[in-house]
Structures are given as C-alpha cells and as structure tokens.
C-alpha cells in the first residue's frame, strides 16, 4: 500500500502567528478514500489547498511535510513544485459553475491541461476526452464537447469536472465538497461515479465534506478536525460505531436521520465544546516551547 | 384553517427563449396545487432543485403573481387583493431567508434590522419589542449593537428568526433556512424554531430539500415534483410508508450516518 499523499505535522499559521492548521498528519494510499470532516471554518479545505498549493496569500506554511508520491513538495523550487503537484494531483472542486469558465467551450477546458501542462498532442487529448466523457455517463459526448457550462445541469457540470479531474491519470485527487450544490438524488448519482471511477482507476482519493452521512458512503479512513487540529483519526466503520473523541460523538448526535426523528438533532453540547478548545489551547502552548 | 390553497398555477416568463421581438413563452412553474394548512401545524415542503418548493412559497406571501387559482388566508382570499388591500394582512405572514448573509442589511445594526419592520408597520415601544424579540431567540440584549459579519451563521440565522417574530405574525414561511449552517447550529436553529412554534402558537411552513431535518420538525409534509404535488399528509404516516415512487427514491437517496445502510 503506498501513500500518494502523507502530510507530516504540518502547521499553517495566518501572517501574524495564528495557526490556521495545528500539527496535522494525515496518509492517503492508493485505492483508498480518506474523509476530511469538521465544521465550517474547521480548516478542511485548507488541508487540500496547502497540498495544492492554492493557500490564500495570507496563510504561510510555517512547519512540516506535504510528501506527494514519495516527495517532499515543499522542499522543491517553485517552478518544480508546480509540475510535481500538476503532475501527480487534481480537485473537484465545490461548485461547477465557478470552476467553469462560462465563455468558453466544455471541449477546451477538458483538453487544455493536458495540451498545455502535459504536453500532449490536440488529438490525444480530444480523444482523452471523449472517452473519459462517456465512462462518466454524458450522454452524447461529441455534442456536450461543443456546449457551454449554462447550457448543462448541475450534475452534468459535476460530472464533466469529475472526468476533467481524472483526464491526466493523477495518482491524488482531492474532492472539495463535489456534492454540497447538488440535490440529493442528484447527490448519489455523482457519489457512486466518484466511488467507482476511483476504485477502477486505483485513485487516492482525499475527500473534503461535512456530511457524516456522506462519509459513511464513500470513505474509508477519515480526519476530524476542530480549529485546525485533527481531534480523531479512525477507519470508518470503527468511527460510526465507537467514536472515541467526545467531540465526533456529539459530531455524530446532531446529524439529523430521518429514521430516528426523537433521538436525533441535539447541538454539540458546550461541555464539549470547552473541553475540545482546552485541548488545543495546550496543544499550543506545547507548540510554543 | 391557515391557508387553503386550491388549484394554484403560476408560470414565468422564460427570458432565455425570448425572441427579440414579442412576448417570451412561459414556463408552468406550479401547475395547479390543492392543499391545506390548518392552524398550528408545521408544514414541511420538499422536493428536489427546481421542484418549485420555493416558488410555492413566495406565491403563498404573495410575493410572486399566481397566475390562476385561489389562496385562501385565514378566511380571505388573497390571491388578487391589490398591494394597498394585502397591506394590513401583510405583517401577518413573514419569512425567514435561506442565505442571512444576503438578507441582513450589512450596514444596520442588529437591532436597527430587527426593528425596520416595525417600524414600516407603526408599531410603538420598537426597544422593548426588539429586545424581547433577541431574547426569544436567544441572543443577549447586547447583540442588538452589533453588525451583521460580526455573527456566526447560526447567530445571524436567529436575528432573521427574531426580525420574523417581533411582528407577532400568525405565519412564517422559512425557506431552507438551515441549509448554510453546520450540524451542531442546525440541532440550535431547528430546536428554537419548534420551540417558538409552540410558545407563540405559530403555523409555519418549512420548506427544505432535507428529509431528516422534516421529519425531525413538521408534522404534515408536502412532496413536490416538477411544480406537482406527489404526495402529501402527516408527517408519521408519510414516513412510514411513503405511496409516490418519487418519495420513495428521495428517502432512498439520503445518505445516513450509518455504514450499514443499504443505500443502493
């Protein structure tokens, strides 16, 4: 089993010493899906974007590894950074329609990257495309190749960002969220072609989301994260079944179920809440010295 | 009976077919609902992206045009009442916004938001209003000073609850209101919310594409579908044993937090 992605306690800090990501360690392998869950403002999407190297300016990785594939990124030049991580990982991203440019054609943006980062010829790559068109379900490839990203639904956007993620045979992809704008019938459909696409391409994938009950579906080990700092690792089964953190419990207690209107919905209980930021408090002043 | 509903239409104008000169053909957005919401009861509605649930509600405030068909509110017809004739009945039905972000004014005061309304309305005392308003979502007095984006989500979801409730109104419509909010604000928002049901004795009309968050809340629920209702009824039986095909593939199609759940 290789890891395509191990991150060694990397730390993120805004300018001005706030860490954003507190000491985080995390391994993708092969065929593997490894879930990111927390709360808004949690530093999720921030794991995926350090490893992609899209931080906002205003956040510095002050410590740690981000090995990718057996390399440590972040001791490469800038410019060697930017092939190894264009070579070796890819994002679906959260919303389909911003991550689309609208005044150009769907053929293009699939090709591009694989033209212009990758070097292949038009033809391969419009091949490519075609092909990774139909194994995500479009019906009529040669036609939606021609549209423009309003002329098609939400989930035909998603899907035409999933084949676009998957065109250059990356080892990592990293999911932001791919479902979050997609009504939950829709949902499903776009959670079974990642799972499958996934499996058969032997993808690592590192999937970024809030829904527990996504979770549940498609990943195999996941991270919760609280402020920036993974408060429990697990394998997935062993999570839904015996959470040990007290915060992924109460995690857990206020995803509502429709099976189980009486016993679902309370808020993370303070108690937690306090004991969890205590946690980190005294992991920063650890830090510190 | 809160409302009655009775063959409600209402289409739109599809721009993007317009042609450059003329009219722009319509689209049937509701295509003639009948329903009921008798007083007191939480109504849920649900149905997929462009089912027409939110439609369905802003033609219910008369916020949208019907463009045939009866509403029917607290035992008068609304549905072509002038703006002039609505107005009085106006403050007696409100809304609380999906995104509180982009319906909270950024340059007001919490306070200042919660009290416009009654304001517009001539209402007297706008403190003490406002004040019991925060208190009855929660939020201590002093939240009142502060603007907008410097709540949390689930904070600015409560001052649009309280901007909703000070009026005193008999109905609220609440459209996905807990959509853009974490789990554990989710379990807050949605506890208040049955909580002010109760204790002021409101109808409320709760539209989401949740399932669970319905079922946790309502008590009748409304299945829409392409601008039709497929199905509709207490929510316990509904539950139980879902008649339309559509419902049945909604419940299917909810991931639950729970490995074992056959989801194919």
Redesign the interface.
């Known amino acids: 089993m290789t890891a395509y992605l191990s991150i060694r306690n990397l730390t993120v800090t805004l300018t001005g010493g706030t860490p954003i990501l507190r000491n985080v360690s995390l391994d993708v392998v092969a065929g593997q899906v490894h879930g990111l869950v927390g709360?808004?403002g949690a530093g999720k999407s921030m794991i995926g974007k350090a490893v992609l190297g899209t931080l906002p300016r205003a956040l510095t990785i002050s410590t740690g590894e981000i090995w990718l594939d057996g390399v440590n990124i972040l001791t490469l030049r800038a410019s060697q950074r930017r092939q190894r991580i264009g070579a070796i990982a890819a994002l679906i991203p959260q919303d389909p329609l911003t991550a689309l440019n609208p005044s150009k054609r769907i053929g293009p943006q699939i090709t591009r990257r694989l033209v212009d980062i990758l070097g292949w010829s038009k033809q391969v790559a419009t091949a490519r495309a075609l092909d990774l068109l139909a194994e995500v379900q479009i019906p009529d490839p040669v036609r939606v190749m021609r549209t423009y990203p309003h002329e098609l639904s939400?989930g035909m956007r998603q899907r035409i960002l999933i084949a676009s993620a998957f065109a250059a045979e990356p080892k990592l992809i990293i999911a932001d969220e791919p479902t979050t704008a997609?009504?939950?019938?829709?949902?499903?459909q776009i959670?079974r072609l990642i799972s499958d696409m996934q499996t058969r391409h032997n993808t690592a994938l590192l999937f970024v989301t809030?829904?527990?009950?996504?979770?549940?579906?498609v990943c195999d080990t996941l991270s919760v994260l609280y402020a920036g700092k993974v408060v429990e690792d697990a394998r997935?089964?062993r999570f839904?079944m015996r959470p040990i953190h007290p915060y992924s419990a109460?995690?857990?207690a206020?995803?509502?179920?429709?099976?189980d209107?009486t016993g679902?919905?309370?808020?993370?209980p303070p108690k937690v809440i306090k004991a969890v930021e205590q946690e980190i408090q005294e992991h920063d002043m650890r830090a510190r010295r | 009976m809160m409302y009655r509903i009775n063959n409600l239409q209402l289409s739109l104008p599809d721009m993007t077919r317009k042609p450059l000169l003329g009219a722009a053909p319509r689209i049937k957005i509701l295509k003639g609902l009948t329903f009921d919401l008798p007083k007191g009861e939480v109504l849920g509605i649900v149905g997929?992206?462009g089912s027409g649930k939110s439609t369905l509600g802003r033609a219910m405030l008369r916020l949208l045009e019907p463009t045939g068909g009866n509403i029917e509110f607290d035992g008068t017809d609304i549905t072509y009442l002038s703006e002039n004739q609505l107005r009085p009945t106006r403050k007696r039905f409100q809304m609380i916004f999906q995104d509180p972000m982009s319906s909270l004014n950024p340059r007001r005061r919490v306070g200042g938001i919660i009290a416009c309304p009654l304001r517009v309305n001539g209402m007297d005392n706008l403190d003490t209003r406002v004040t019991e308003a925060l208190e009855m979502v929660g939020l201590p007095n002093h939240f009142g000073n502060r603007y907008p984006h410097e709540l949390s989500?689930g904070q600015r979801q409560r001052v649009g609850i309280a901007r909703a409730i000070a009026l005193r109104p008999d109905f609220i419509l609440a459209d996905e209101i807990v959509s853009g909010l974490?789990?554990?604000?989710?379990?807050?928002v949605?506890?208040l919310l049955e909580n002010l049901v109760k204790e002021l004795g409101l109808t409320l009309a709760f539209i989401s594409?949740?399932?669970?968050?319905?079922?946790?809340l309502c008590t009748r629920v409304l299945v829409l579908h392409q601008g039709v209702i497929v199905e509709g009824g207490p929510t316990e039986a509904l539950?139980a044993s879902p008649r339309a095909a559509y419902t049945r593939?909604?419940?299917n199609?909810?991931?639950?937090?729970?490995?074992y759940?056959r989801?194919a």
């Open positions: 709360e808004s939400g997609l009504d939950v019938t829709v949902q499903k959670l809030h829904d527990l009950g996504v979770v549940s579906k997935m089964y839904f109460a995690l857990l206020a995803t509502p179920t429709y099976t209107p679902s919905l309370t808020p993370v | 997929g992206s989500g974490d789990v554990s604000s989710q379990a807050q949605l506890n594409h949740d399932l669970s968050v319905i079922r946790r539950f593939e909604l419940l199609a909810i991931p639950l937090p729970n490995p759940q989801w």
